[in-house]
């Protein structure tokens, strides 16, 4: 059983070394994106509140959303981690 995410991902990676490329590369930027556009600002504001109890109950909760996307994001890109490494 291959799921959607799975077989996109799988046909890309069979798009040869660029597209294997352009996937990783993209894969990184979004990550970057993410952390430093969403996470961080929302972690730094209740930083700047002086609320510690609940900056460290936002930490945990971004910390935990983090764990679930690299989960699903290693599920995903499993078959790229597999040949594309290997070949380069």
């Known amino acids: 059983w291959v799921s959607c995410h799975d077989r996109d991902c ?14 990783y590369d993209r894969h990184g930027q979004v990550l970057h994106e993410y952390l430093t556009q969403t996470v961080l600002p929302a972690v730094q504001q209740v930083q700047e509140k002086g609320l ?11 910390w935990k959303n983090h764990q679930i996307m690299n989960r699903w994001l290693k ?6 981690d597999k040949w594309f490494l290997l070949q380069h």
């Open 52 to 62: 510690e109890e609940v900056f460290l109950k936002e930490m945990q909760r971004r």
């Open 75 to 80: 599920r995903i890109f499993s078959y790229l």
């Open 10 to 23: 799988y046909d890309l990676c069979n798009g040869g070394f660029e597209s294997q490329r352009a996937l």
